[in-house]
């Protein structure tokens, strides 16, 4: 099964509006990470966040990550109908955090 | 970050036929990945491809399926054999950072749409 999941699994929103999705894992990690994917295209990197942090930022986007219980947040602020996409949570499984697990992954759709 | 290109970017097989993909990337790279995605799925590691030894699968992928070669620091290619409509997925290969980036930071590239008829 997969290290994590993500919910919800399909968020519409205005824009203008915020849009928090959340990911849970299983095991520990090393570090997570978020992806966008537009329209079922390759993978843009968003954001690292490091198991010894706890919150990060990156323009309009927030992440943070709570290890206790294995879950991570993404926040967009000010939604713009470019954000359009999937969004999916990856966290390592081994040491040189690069074998990445994937989360099932959130469909965000921002109405203009 | 480094630039990632695959080739082809989309095609449509008969079953039973088999359909090489290649990753080209612009920097040299210890490291290469290939996944898989589904129709409406996440995405599942299929191997690990380092350069100069064979390719490492994950559980529920084989060598015989899915042959990876990685001649140099810089190309990869995937090949999906006898395919069946069950391997109809996206096939994206990706980095890890090195140098150019985060090194824990992976960069995909824009993925292969396989349609197996």
């Known amino acids: 099964s997969q290290q994590g999941e993500e919910d919800p699994q399909a968020l519409s929103i205005q824009e203008g509006e915020n849009a928090t999705m959340n990911c849970s894992y299983k095991t520990s990690i090393n570090n997570l990470q978020w992806y966008r994917q537009n329209s079922g295209r390759g993978l843009v990197h968003l954001i690292l966040i490091r198991s010894n942090e706890r919150e990060k930022h990156s323009g309009r986007l927030r992440v943070t990550l709570d290890t206790s219980k294995k879950s991570s947040s993404l926040l967009i602020t000010a939604s713009r109908a470019a954000d359009t996409a999937s969004y999916f949570c990856?966290?390592?499984?081994?040491?040189?955090?690069?074998?990445?697990?994937f989360g099932g992954g959130t469909r965000l759709m921002v109405k203009p | 970050s480094a630039v990632i290109s695959q080739k082809p970017s989309r095609d449509i097989c008969q079953r039973g036929t088999s359909l090489t993909i290649q990753c080209q990337v612009d920097?040299?790279?210890?490291?290469m990945f290939w996944y898989r995605q589904q129709p409406g799925q996440s995405l599942t590691l299929i191997a690990t491809a380092n350069q100069g030894s064979e390719a490492t699968y994950e559980s529920g992928f084989v060598i015989d399926k899915f042959p990876i070669s990685r001649p140099n620091l810089t190309f990869s290619t995937l090949t999906v054999s006898n395919m069946s409509p069950e391997d109809s997925s996206i096939y994206l290969c990706s980095v890890q950072g090195s140098g150019w980036g985060h090194p824990y930071e992976q960069y995909f590239g824009p993925g292969t749409r396989l349609t197996v008829t």
């Open positions: 920097s040299q790279v210890t490291m």
């Open positions: 990856a966290t390592d499984r081994n040491n040189a955090g690069n074998m990445l697990t």
